[in-house]
Structures are given as C-alpha cells and as structure tokens.
C-alpha cells in the first residue's frame, strides 16, 4: 500500500513509519524541513515537503495514496495555551485530506485522545462506544467517522495521554519530569488517585498500521496498554529518580503544571477492549512504570 503520512518525523511517526516499511507498505512523509526530508529518506521513505497550512498539497498527496495515517498536531500552539487554534487546524487538515477520499473505500486513520473521555465524561472507565457532540478534537473525530457514509474506510486512534519510550523526547512524561525538576518537587493534585492510561510507543505504531490495514470504516480505537496508572505512582517514579520529594498539592495549585493544569487531576481510565477485540491488537512492551524506571527519561 501506498501510504501518506503526516507526523511521520514526529515522536509517533518515528515508529509508525518503520512499521509500515518493515511490512511491506510505502510511505511518503510530510516533511516540514530539509532535516525531516532528509530523516525519512534515510528510513526509506520518500519525503513531500510542506506543512498542516498547505491543505492543497494535503488534498494532492491524499488523492494519490492508498491510504492516509494522520499523526501531526500543533503542539506548539497547544502549549502556548491555543488548543482551540491547534484543533482547528486539524479539522481543516482533516477535511481537505477526507475530501480527497470520498468515494474511493481508501482508509483514512486520524489520532485523538484518551484525555477528552474524562474532560466531557468524567468519573467512568472511557471505552470505544464514547462519542459526544463537539469540541476541539472531537469535531475531528466527529468528521472522520462521518466520512465512512460517505466510502472512506475511516477510523480514529484515540492515544493514551502518556505514549513511551526512548523515542520520546517532548511528550508528557518528559513534561512531567521537567517541571519535577524544574519546581524541585514531583507532584500530584489531591490524593493522587486519579488515573492516566499509557501505552508504548511501539504498541502504539503497530495499532496504526493495523487500522490502515483493516478497521471497520467508522471505528473508534484505543491506544491504550495501562488502563489506568495513579498519577501518585507516577509522581513516586519520578521523585525516586530525580531525588526530588513527592507531594499532593492542592486543586488551587494545580498551575503549578503549567499547560497541563485542566488536565493533571483528570481521572481518565479507559478501556482497550474493544481495540483488541476489533483488530486482535495486545500490547506487548513494557507498561509506563517499568518503562520509567528503566532510567532513560532522566538523562538530561
């Protein structure tokens, strides 16, 4: 299969595009820079150069795929506070690539989150069948899953929050440990109870090619391994490494995790049973606190 992918330099893609190559895919990356180009072609990949704002050349590069993996956010904007400029991005990114498709039964896999199941549904394990009305992220997943009316075999990978591995560089784990070390305190909100699934970046790579390959147009997902790890266990972890004491602060303090202040107290635990059944996907490399306490996160 011919496969576009964006992202495909990112912490997800680093793996998502090898998966796809070590099984016989082809695969052409978005590549926003001379070094992203330059990174793919050095996997085997062939590189189009451009950005989330080029939706033309998104339309162009969707119409002539066999299928489409969408991986690429603007973190940048998400982290400066923006999540609505980042999720209306993606919806427009996403529905010019969708266009492209309609008609054709080529698969289109977008990614969301876990994190929005306990924003919108709180205090219930998260599962497949969750939808809501809108929202940033859920207006993209909402306008995926309509595309399968309309002959695009489309789904949607709705990630854990906490994605691992040595290939990870500046997700959530290493904001997490950063403002550990930064504040000289591991904290948690509350008692500390509240859940984060997690899954490993590999697992995660092999769940997408898997939904390219064969989920049902329509599908929600779940990238989740840990179904739900207490952020206290989390926050231990982490002060065990970096020998920074761990202490529960309260919800008025919970700036004291920056961008990830509305979701630091989220208890989010979420179902994978579904995923497993659909696409007879298990996870298999370690889970989040093993992963952690391999030391490799805390290399500066």
Known sequence: ??????????HIGSAVVPELLSA????????????AASALKALGAEARPGDLADLDGLRQAAATADGVIHLAFNHDQMRSGNMAGAAADDLAAIRAMGEALVGSDRPLVITSGTLLL????????GTEHDTFDGGPRIDSENAVIALAERGVRSSVVRLSPLVHSTLDHHGFAHTLINIARDTGVSAYIGDGSNRWPAVHTLDAAHLYRLALEGAPAGTRLHGVADEGVPFRDIADVIGRHLNVPVAGISPEEAGHFGFLSAFAALDNPTSNTL??????????????????????????
């Open 1 to 10: 299969m011919h496969v576009f992918v964006t992202g495909a330099t990112g």
């Open 118 to 125: 306990a924003l919108l549904g709180p205090g219930r394990l």
């Open 275 to 300: 995923t497993q059944k659909v696409l007879d996907w298990h996870p298999e490399h370690p889970g989040l606190i093993a992963d952690l306490d391999e030391g490799h996160y805390f290399n500066e």
């Open 24 to 35: 016989g895919h082809q695969v052409v990356g978005l590549a926003r820079s001379e070094a």
